[in-house]
């Protein structure tokens, strides 16, 4: 694979949010091709992309038409929602699907993944069971215990999940999980609630021709499922970071191909219990944008490419913080930017997207510094000085 690789190649990116558009700048300073594709027009990885398509990603007649129009050599998923199957015949048509097309289609729901690393590969997750109905729900709920938590099969960002602390909880999360879920199916998964001491990010590169390799451990905090904070190294032991690179190397081998997966976990005081993961960069893994030598987003691309990884170096304890809008609006003004950045070692990444929605994540502040404390500060105070006009 990859053994005479030629610049440039032709890339079609899947979802063109934030992580996307860092994506197209790393293929760019390479001098690829990158078409942009998402479902609203001028997404934030469209303003940096050589081409753009506005399509139902869900829709097999819509990727068809687009992959005809531009023939690409690479596809590149950033988001869940894609009609995977259709990912399968261009994968067998020749085109290489990152980071197999079978990946995308394990990890599209919460349900094929959680299957594959619990039953399959015998991987310590949360218990769990499955409903399709209020009654089952009931039923299952009791059977896992409380607290737990329920999520829609099919889902990202936390929507319709909530944690349930008895049996007078579980009608109001069944509404609020069948509300949250994408697409039409009511399969509900109930999970063993997890009293973490903190829970962390794997950013794992799965080499064509070369072994698995790791950045450091990533810590983060979430609120209403969507990350706040992350930071790295996370503070975790060498034993408890061996025991996630063992587990992180065994799902992503049996899901194949090449690019980087950030890997989720729960690390408790004598466990290390494997979440979710996600087949491409990952939203806490930002942080790598001012930390490491090679950010997420550059490590994906020389890993899909088969580009040599000699070394992933981490410069100094970093962190992220979010940015997020407070109302909903079209018109996006961001002020006190100065003020912000007058510390040293922070920096901002203002995704530029078109229209603003309360929580919505619209920018992200770095920072570095002697310890993580420190840059989890200064992260923070860059992130809170800025406002959304
Ligand atoms: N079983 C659990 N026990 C404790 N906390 C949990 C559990 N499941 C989820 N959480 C919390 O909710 C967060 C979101 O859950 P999860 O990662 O499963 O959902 P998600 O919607 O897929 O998020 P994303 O795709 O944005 O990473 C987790 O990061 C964790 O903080
Ligand atoms: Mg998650």
Redesign the pocket.
């Known amino acids: 694979m990859m053994k005479n690789l030629q610049l440039p190649q032709k890339i079609m990116l899947l979802g063109a949010g934030e992580l996307g558009k860092e994506f197209v700048i790393a293929a760019q300073r390479l001098g690829n091709f990158v078409i942009a594709i998402d479902r609203y027009g001028n997404a934030p990885a469209m303003q940096v992309a050589d081409a753009s398509e506005v399509i139902s990603m869900l829709s097999g007649d819509d990727l068809e038409q687009v992959v005809q129009k531009y023939q690409p050599d690479f596809i590149v998923p950033e988001i ?1 929602a894609i009609r995977t199957e259709k990912l399968a015949e261009f994968e067998q048509r020749g085109i290489s699907v990152i980071p197999t097309a079978a990946a995308t289609n394990y990890t599209m729901n ?1 349900d094929r993944i959680r299957e594959l690393a619990a039953e399959k590969l015998g991987i310590r997750t ?1 218990k769990y069971a499955y409903a399709s109905s209020l009654e089952e729900l009931m039923q299952t709920s009791a059977e896992i215990g409380f607290p ?2 329920v ?1 829609p099969v099919m ?5 319709g ?1 909530s ?1 349930v602390k008895s049996a007078t909880e579980v009608a109001t999360a069944w509404k609020h999980a069948i509300a949250g879920a994408r697409g039409d199916t009511q399969k509900i998964i109930v ?6 001491e903190i ?1 962390i990010t794997l950013m794992t590169i799965k080499q064509w021709d070369a072994p698995t390799i790791f950045c450091p451990p990533i810590g ?1 905090r ?1 609120e209403r ?3 706040q904070e992350s930071w790295q190294p996370a503070g975790i032991s060498k034993d408890k970071i061996a025991q996630a690179e063992a587990i992180a190397t065994k799902v992503t081998d049996a899901l194949g191909g090449a690019g980087i997966f950030g890997v ?1 976990f ?1 690390i408790t005081k004598d466990e290390v219990i494997f ?2 993961l ?1 087949p491409r960069p ?2 806490t893994g930002m942080v790598t944008l001012i930390s490491q030598n090679l950010n997420e987003f550059e490590l994906h691309l020389r890993a899909i490419l088969g580009l040599p990884i000699p070394k992933i170096e981490i410069f100094a304890p970093s962190a992220s913080a979010v940015i997020l809008a407070q109302e909903h609006s079209e018109k996006i003004i961001f002020t006190n930017v100065a003020q912000a950045l007058t510390q040293e070692d922070t920096d901002l990444r203002l995704f530029g997207k078109p229209d603003s929605r309360p929580y919505r994540r619209m920018g992200v502040a770095l920072a570095k510094a002697e310890t993580t404390e420190l840059a989890r500060k200064k992260a923070s105070q860059v992130a809170s000085t800025i406002s959304l006009a």
């Open positions: 869940e919460r949360a737990n938590v999520k889902s990202s960002s936390g929507k999940q944690t999970e063993e609630f997890i009293n973490f829970e983060h979430q499922g969507d990350y989720e729960f979440s979710e996600s990952h939203d």
